[in-house]
């Protein structure tokens, strides 16, 4: 595995519109797009800085992962994702280096990526995504 770049990093949000206007009336960034995932109970906006995007991510459902962190730890940084070639191929990469893996197949997610996550138990607490484009 290896990664080409950052390819977003996910905060954890109460209220994804409230958000949005922070980021867009303070920072001075634009959203372009808002999506929702249904398969993982969220809402997410996409803003570009650069290189790398910020999703904004907001649970449609207090059992979804991304309620049950924010009930858990509150709102703030939820993981940091890498654009890599084949995240399926990743991932079993990964799991062969001795990593435990939340995915053993990537599956979809936003902007039409396929995504994989690694554990945090095994990645010094950084819950990790590897993001490839879908095929």
Do not use: W
Request: with cysteine; proline share 3%; aromatic share 6%.
């Amino acid at each position: 595995m290896k990664p080409t770049h950052i390819e977003h990093i996910g905060i954890a949000v109460e209220n994804l519109d409230e958000s949005i206007k922070y980021y867009e009336s303070v920072l001075g960034l634009k959203c372009y797009a808002v999506e929702e995932v249904l398969d993982q109970k969220v809402r997410t906006a996409f803003f570009q800085v650069g290189d790398t995007k910020i999703e904004l991510l907001e649970s449609t459902s207090e059992d979804g992962p991304i309620g049950k962190f924010v009930a858990k730890k509150g709102p703030g940084m939820h993981h940091i994702a890498f654009a890599v070639e084949d995240a399926t191929q990743a991932l079993k990469d990964a799991e062969d280096n001795g990593i435990r893996l939340i995915d053993k197949v990537s599956r979809k997610g936003a902007e039409g990526l396929d995504i994989g996550f690694l554990h945090p138990k095994s990645t010094n607490g950084v819950l990790t995504e590897l993001c490839s484009k879908g095929k």
